[in-house]
């Protein structure tokens, strides 16, 4: 317990004795670290979070249309993925024209290589939940600023367009097959005006084949220039121009879907497409109320806003680095020093050369306290060692 009070006392006496040379080093590591801080380049951020309700994902109203999704992780890998499409390589390379970030009359490997810079600047990640946070960071607080505004606008259009599109293409294709059951019906009253009144496709193919072999029958007759000829190649022109028309209105829809069979009966007929234009009345009604919405199923966190601090360098950070490191080299100048300080054996070689005596050497004792008797007490020098 004594020599650790020793050991402690001389440490103390070799600190308090660097003192100054301490305070020096450690003070010119920590302004030097401080300094530093000032001068690198700094690096702001700027971000925003929103959050997509379930009710976007599952809206009674149309989920007979639009397949819900019911699962929270599977909302969650749903979010990711449209924000990771909204940030696409066309937004990058819009953001890049408007912020001159690269040129894109570069070589290609170029332009992907600075777009992949461009893209690691950004940073989104779930925050738990519908949740979701996406920042960018950049050299310009007020430039990162804007670019998570418009980033904010893109992801939220991207959400809301894209659902928009869905609605969009459900009620063109449900219009088109409204359009396909009645052109499909089977026309019973006769009179080739009212045939070319229902423009049904295969009532129209029948009345061409007609009017080709009519054409035919009368060719043999008569002189192309007919009237009657004349009157049917009219007639032929005509049906030719509403097939090529309703052809034209099911473009993209495969056979199926413009060739409804339907059965013979009138009634039945009149029935399946008074209960099919009803559904389709409900399922436009719901529609457009799931459009207009639309805007309220993506709440905001958490909006854009300037960065005051920058997340690089920071300066706390860089004082304990210059604290650290200024008590580190404090120790090795204090280590140093010491171990090239002369000894007691060197001190006294040197005095003796100074005073013109030779060294014989060092003695070394202790003294011993003796106890004799009660009336005296004698404390003698014994000798330990001696060396030559």
């Given at each position: 317990?004594?020599?650790?009070?020793?050991?402690?006392?001389?440490?103390?006496?070799?600190?308090?004795?660097?003192?100054?040379?301490?305070?020096?080093?450690?003070?010119?590591?920590?302004?030097?670290?401080?300094?530093?801080?000032e001068f690198l380049q700094k690096q702001y951020k700027s971000q925003f979070e929103i959050n997509v309700y379930s009710k976007y994902f599952k809206n009674p109203l149309i989920s007979e249309i639009v397949p819900g999704v019911y699962?929270?992780?599977?909302?969650?890998?749903?979010?990711?993925?449209?924000?990771?499409?909204?940030?696409?390589?066309?937004?990058?390379?819009?953001?890049a024209i408007d912020y001159g970030f690269y040129a894109l009359d570069l070589e290609e490997e170029k332009i992907a290589k600075q777009r992949q810079f461009l893209r690691e600047r950004f940073k989104y990640y779930s925050t738990g939940?519908?949740?979701?946070?996406?920042?960018?960071?950049?050299?310009?607080?007020?430039?990162?600023?804007?670019?998570?505004?418009?980033?904010?606008?893109?992801?939220?259009?991207?959400?809301?367009?894209?659902?928009?599109?869905?609605?969009?293409?459900?009620?063109?294709?449900?219009?088109?097959?409204?359009?396909?059951?009645?052109?499909?019906?089977?026309?019973?009253?006769?009179?080739?005006?009212?045939?070319?009144?229902?423009?049904?496709?295969?009532?129209?193919?029948?009345?061409?084949?007609?009017?080709?072999?009519?054409?035919?029958?009368?060719?043999?007759?008569?002189?192309?220039?007919?009237?009657?000829?004349?009157?049917?190649?009219?007639?032929?022109?005509?049906?030719?121009?509403?097939?090529?028309?309703?052809?034209?209105?099911?473009?993209?829809?495969?056979?199926?879907?413009?060739?409804?069979?339907?059965?013979?009966?009138?009634?039945?007929?009149?029935?399946?497409?008074?209960?099919?234009?009803?559904?389709?009345?409900?399922?436009?009604?719901?529609?457009?109320?799931?459009?207009?919405?639309?805007?309220?199923?993506?709440?905001?966190?958490?909006?854009?806003?300037?960065?005051?601090?920058?997340?690089?360098?920071?300066?706390?950070?860089?004082?304990?680095?210059?604290?650290?490191?200024?008590?580190?080299?404090?120790?090795?100048?204090?280590?140093?020093?010491?171990?090239?300080?002369?000894?007691?054996?060197?001190?006294?070689?040197?005095?003796?050369?100074?005073?013109?005596?030779?060294?014989?050497?060092?003695?070394?004792?202790?003294?011993?306290?003796?106890?004799?008797?009660?009336?005296?007490?004698?404390?003698?020098?014994?000798?330990?060692?001696?060396?030559?």
């Amino acid at each position: 317990m004594k020599n650790d009070q020793v050991i402690i006392k001389d440490l103390v006496k070799t600190l308090f004795k660097y003192k100054l040379s301490i305070i020096l080093i450690i003070g010119f590591f920590l302004s030097f670290s401080i300094s530093l801080s000032e001068f690198l380049q700094k690096q702001y951020k700027s971000q925003f979070e929103i959050n997509v309700y379930s009710k976007y994902f599952k809206n009674p109203l149309i989920s007979e249309i639009v397949p819900g999704v019911y699962n929270i992780p599977e909302m969650r890998f749903t979010i990711d993925s449209m924000v990771k499409e909204s940030i696409s390589d066309d937004y990058l390379d819009q953001l890049a024209i408007d912020y001159g970030f690269y040129a894109l009359d570069l070589e290609e490997e170029k332009i992907a290589k600075q777009r992949q810079f461009l893209r690691e600047r950004f940073k989104y990640y779930s925050t738990g939940g519908q949740s979701y946070k996406v920042s960018f960071e950049d050299v310009d607080p007020y430039r990162a600023k804007k670019i998570a505004e418009n980033t904010l606008d893109r992801v939220k259009g991207h959400f809301i367009d894209g659902r928009i599109q869905t609605i969009e293409l459900v009620k063109q294709i449900m219009l088109q097959r409204l359009q396909a059951l009645n052109a499909s019906q089977k026309i019973t009253t006769s009179g080739s005006d009212k045939a070319l009144a229902s423009r049904s496709p295969e009532v129209l193919s029948a009345e061409l084949k007609k009017i080709q072999s009519n054409i035919a029958a009368l060719g043999k007759q008569y002189h192309s220039s007919h009237p009657k000829l004349q009157e049917l190649f009219a007639r032929r022109k005509t049906i030719k121009n509403w097939l090529q028309e309703f052809n034209t209105q099911f473009d993209g829809l495969d056979t199926t879907s413009t060739a409804v069979a339907m059965p013979m009966d009138k009634e039945v007929n009149g029935q399946l497409t008074g209960k099919f234009f009803a559904k389709y009345h409900d399922f436009n009604m719901a529609l457009d109320i799931e459009k207009r919405s639309l805007a309220t199923y993506i709440g905001i966190i958490e909006r854009p806003q300037l960065p005051i601090t920058p997340i690089w360098p920071k300066r706390r950070l860089f004082a304990v680095l210059g604290f650290l490191l200024g008590v580190t080299f404090a120790f090795i100048y204090v280590v140093v020093k010491e171990l090239f300080l002369p000894g007691r054996e060197e001190l006294i070689k040197a005095e003796a050369k100074e005073l013109g005596v030779s060294y014989l050497g060092t003695t070394q004792c202790r003294f011993v306290k003796v106890e004799q008797s009660s009336d005296a007490k004698l404390t003698s020098l014994e000798p330990r060692a001696l060396t030559h």
